[in-house]
């Protein structure tokens, strides 16, 4: 249970005792669930001096604070609490306050009013709604906290990602430039089919990054028309077919004449292409690639299998993560970008089904991705 500090600035002595006496028995569930609930300490001034000293230590959650006291005007406490930042919710107590005051009152940051006399079930109703607005504040404040770490995270490892590649067409062009590869013209051709290998690296990163956006924000554009996903598996296949052929690897698709989805076929090519394309990139020469269509339970099921290095349970466990790559001896010269498979997994998402792994070491994984429809 989490208990918030009350500070109670009134100058009349009954009125600090009542309102102790009913908040120390008192619990608040802000979003109404049983598991979270709010209980209070109260602690209590009987001038604005003395609050201001109590608050200078460590401010309270709550302050109810008395509109007339002798010295400090409750006013007056408002403006030196806005002018030292101190960071309370105040509930202002009063038996005659004017328009004009509660206009002053609202401006100088006090967010409630409490009129004398009040019942005990009059301040509690009133704290309650300051819970609920503490609430609210705090979960803004921590969604608005996750969001700037998110953001950082987001531009460190784009930095990170890009940094290598960027270094790498750098040091091509100044070999060029400076003249040390010669003039055999078969070298100069290698350097710059390593540019263009690192500078389509760079290009399908930003592609990925602007696709994921795109689906996390709900931004992305959707023409849903009536697709087939044995003919997006087929145009998956043909993009490989040459980087297959050239390793000896053989691919083989098992799907119903007809798959049909409403869909957005260039959705589906994003599945497609991204599975069957790892399929090839992390498989062992002269190996297998099998693409399964079939349906149960209402569900497209698309499966891709190969024969290749496979992954340990802990990195499958992490695969559909933003911006993860598994990196070891046998994929640290295999380019990606770390975000194929979460891009797969967020799209799955869209049409009411998921995605997952089932890997082994040494013996090869498959990819299984369900849609609805």
């Known amino acids: 249970m989490e208990t918030l500090r009350v500070l109670v600035v009134d100058d009349e002595t009954g009125m ?32 604005g001096e003395a609050a201001l000293e109590m608050m200078a230590d460590s401010a309270p959650d709550i302050l109810l604070l008395d509109m007339k006291l002798p010295g400090m005007s409750g006013l007056d406490v408002l403006r030196e609490i806005r002018e030292r930042r101190i960071e309370t919710l105040t509930v202002m107590i009063t038996a005659y306050a004017t328009l004009e005051t509660a206009i002053e009152a609202t401006k100088r940051g006090a967010h409630d009013f409490l009129p004398k006399p009040f019942t005990p079930e009059d301040l509690r109703v009133a704290i309650r709604r300051v819970v609920r607005h503490l609430a609210v504040q705090r979960e803004a404040r921590r969604l608005a906290e996750e969001k700037r770490q998110v953001r950082f995270q987001f531009i460190s490892v784009l930095g990170h990602e890009l940094k290598a590649p960027l270094a790498a067409v750098e040091g091509y062009l100044q070999i060029l430039k400076d003249g040390s590869a010669g003039n055999d013209p078969a070298v100069v051709a290698r350097l710059v089919d390593r540019a263009l ?35 997006a598996a087929a145009a998956a296949i043909e993009t490989v077919a040459s980087a297959a052929a050239a390793r000896g690897i053989a691919i083989r ?39 399964t269509v079939d349906r149960a339970d209402g569900l497209w099921r698309v499966r891709v299998s190969d024969t290749g290095i ?11 993560q933003d911006f993860v790559r598994i990196k070891n001896e ?18 799955a998402h869209l049409y009411g ?21």
């Open 16 to 47: 600090r005792l009542a309102v102790a006496r009913v908040l120390n028995t008192y619990t608040v569930r802000p979003d109404e669930s049983e598991e979270h609930a709010v209980s209070f300490a109260v602690d209590t001034a009987e001038t």
């Open 197 to 231: 290998v690192r500078t389509e690296g760079m290009r399908k990163l930003i592609v990925d990054l602007l696709n994921m956006t795109r689906i996390e924000s709900g931004q992305k554009r959707r023409d849903l028309v009536a697709a087939d996903l044995r003919d």
């Open 253 to 291: 698709l098992d799907a119903p004449e007809r798959a049909p989805l409403v869909a957005d076929r260039g959705e589906l090519d994003i599945i497609f292409n991204n599975l069957v394309s790892n399929a090839v990139k992390y498989n062992r020469d002269r190996g297998r690639v099998t693409i």
């Open 310 to 320: 496979g992954l340990a349970p802990d990195d499958a466990q992490r695969l559909f």
């Open 330 to 347: 046998q994929t640290r010269m295999i380019p990606g970008t770390g975000l194929g498979l979460a891009i797969v997994k967020k799209l």
């Open 353 to 373: 089904g998921d995605a997952s792994v089932e890997s082994e070491p040494g013996v090869g994984s498959t990819f299984t991705v369900t849609l609805k429809g």
